[in-house]
């Protein structure tokens, strides 16, 4: 048996038709850059977040360097984050001249840990201007104490929901929980394009009139800059994928959850001790864009599982603030235990909607398998 960590051919097959038609009708429009196909789709992922507005950016990485724009943030302001994330979450800090802030996750979610975040504001709050939760593998970090900081200490806050669209937090959706939601359409976010793309999602209108004025070069009129913006458009190309896709983004994710659940009953049936399952947070609802388990042997199991035929991801293998990119900020090992210890931990295991249960079985009776040994 073959298990891939991720099929989207199965998905592709069952839409193949709808979205061919879809793109055709743009191709025979020769319209492309922001038309009815991005504007009908913000204002459906706006309304699917419970945000009051959507700007469609060409990226999930420049939807957070569009907010953080839009934030006012700029050169030697701080920006406080996760170091255990996506590159993108503290790069798109770095390329504004700002300075990425980390503090450590907490154990069981590994979101970034809200008393870790105390903890830095009351030693250092000058200079910092915004705070980045990452809804890390579709789960909401946990925003209450968070956007009660920020309130606090005057900071903006800025959901990085690339890996979360339609989770929830105590029944409000990611996108809606911040000032900002920024979300990702990479092809293997649980709604993906067929490139790159991204959104950003606020309830702000005057944030919303700065975000599209952003991404068009810092102009409202054309041809008049009242700033210097970047050019990030989501394209009409994509947003047609993407409105032909989000029709079935509820059915995949209920396809996810219970692959979750699939999992979680497996593996304490198999009684394997040795792997830690996902914890999800009371009053989240996780749209599992990643099933991690955390386990010792990690490198050892993956190369296992490879071998039986089974795919598997590290998210992600280095905490940022040891990335070589980041030297400058001056942190060193040890600085945050729990994100260390997770990157040298964590599997992402096979989770996409269409998997089998039989493969699901495979997957656990191998790792199973390869503690027995
Ligand atoms: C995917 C991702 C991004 C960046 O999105 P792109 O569309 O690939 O630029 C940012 N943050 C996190 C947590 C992500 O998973």
């Given at each position: 048996m073959k298990v891939q960590l991720l099929d989207l051919a199965s998905q592709y097959r069952k839409i193949k038709k709808e979205v061919l038609r879809e793109v055709t009708k743009v191709c025979d429009s020769q319209h492309y850059v922001l038309g009815k196909n991005v504007a009908g789709l913000e204002s459906e992922i706006a309304s699917y977040c419970g945000a009051r507005f959507a700007v469609g950016v060409a990226s999930g990485t420049d939807a957070i360097l569009l907010a953080l724009m839009a934030a006012g943030v700029g050169a030697g302001d701080k920006v406080v984050t996760t170091p255990f994330t996506f590159f993108a979450t503290a790069g798109s800090i770095a390329r504004l001249g700002a300075v990425p802030i980390f503090v450590d996750i907490h154990p069981k979610t590994y979101n970034i840990d809200p008393e870790s975040f105390e903890s830095y504001l009351k030693k250092n709050r000058k200079g910092v201007k915004a705070v980045i939760p990452v809804h890390l593998y579709g789960q909401c970090a946990d925003m209450a104490p968070i956007k009660a900081l920020a309130k606090k200490y005057r900071i903006s806050v800025i959901e990085d929901a690339a890996q979360s669209i339609g989770a929830e937090y105590r029944g409000k959706r990611a996108g809606s929980l911040g000032d900002m939601g920024c979300l990702s359409f990479y092809p293997t976010k649980n709604l993906g394009c067929f490139g790159d793309g991204g959104m950003v999602t606020t309830n702000d209108a005057k944030l919303y009139?700065?975000?599209?004025?952003?991404?068009?070069?810092?102009?409202?009129?054309?041809?008049?800059?009242?700033?210097?913006?970047?050019?990030?458009?989501?394209?009409?190309?994509?947003?047609?994928?993407?409105?032909?896709?989000?029709?079935?983004?509820?059915?995949?994710?209920?396809?996810?959850?219970?692959?979750?659940?699939?999992?979680?009953?497996?593996?304490?049936?198999?009684?394997?001790?040795?792997?830690?399952?996902?914890?999800?947070?009371?009053?989240?609802?996780?749209?599992?864009?990643?099933?991690?388990?955390?386990?010792?042997?990690?490198?050892?199991?993956?190369?296992?599982?490879?071998?039986?035929?089974?795919?598997?991801?590290?998210?992600?293998?280095?905490?940022?603030?040891?990335?070589?990119?980041?030297?400058?900020?001056?942190?060193?090992?040890?600085?945050?235990?729990?994100?260390?210890?997770?990157?040298?931990?964590?599997?992402?295991?096979?989770?996409?909607?269409?998997?089998?249960?039989?493969?699901?079985?495979?997957?656990?009776?191998?790792?199973?398998?390869?503690?027995?040994?």
């Open positions: 009139d700065r975000l599209k004025m952003l991404r068009v070069h810092g102009s409202r009129v054309r041809y008049y800059h009242d700033e210097v913006g970047v050019n990030s458009r989501l394209d009409e190309l994509q947003a047609a994928v993407l409105r032909v896709k989000f029709k079935y983004l509820d059915g995949w994710t209920a396809g996810r959850i219970k692959n979750a659940e699939r999992y979680n009953a497996l593996f304490s049936k198999a009684g394997i001790k040795e792997a830690t399952l996902p914890y999800i947070q009371k009053g989240n609802l996780s749209v599992y864009n990643q099933y991690v388990v955390t386990v010792p042997k990690r490198d050892e199991l993956r190369a296992y599982l490879a071998s039986v035929g089974v795919g598997s991801e590290i998210y992600y293998p280095l905490s940022l603030h040891q990335q070589k990119c980041f030297k400058y900020l001056g942190y060193k090992k040890g600085d945050f235990p729990v994100s260390e210890k997770t990157a040298k931990e964590a599997l992402a295991l096979p989770i996409y909607p269409e998997l089998r249960e039989s493969e699901q079985r495979f997957v656990v009776s191998s790792i199973a398998e390869f503690y027995k040994k």
